[in-house]
């Protein structure tokens, strides 16, 4: 509970990641592609861009409800690429892993 997982699920088209606490089972904070806060921001961006973006929203999700430390889960993916932007934002908007 100290240090809740920060996981990431990549599709073709979308990268998703959500703040979970395995403790309880529960979802702390999401954030996606899909997200009506970045949608306006995406149009003629690279998948890389809006992985960083998506790392940044749930990198501002997570300070606001009092998360810093985080454990980083890339889901098996390799720390490359939109996995490795995605962390990039995460790690500027201010959580430590």
Do not use: M
Not at 13 to 28: F, K, M, P, R, W
């Amino acid at each position: 509970s100290e240090r809740p997982r920060l996981n990431v699920y990549r599709s073709l088209n979308h990268i998703y990641a959500q703040l979970v606490n395995d403790e309880i089972g529960s979802t702390l904070v999401a954030a996606s592609t899909l997200d009506a806060e970045l949608k306006p921001q995406l149009e003629a961006k690279s998948k890389a861009e809006a992985a960083k973006l998506v790392g940044e929203l749930i990198g501002r999700r997570a300070v606001q409800k009092g998360v810093s430390k985080v454990v980083f889960d890339r889901g098996g993916y390799l720390y490359t690429g939109r996995v490795a932007a995605l962390a990039e934002g995460a790690r500027s908007a201010g959580l430590d892993f």
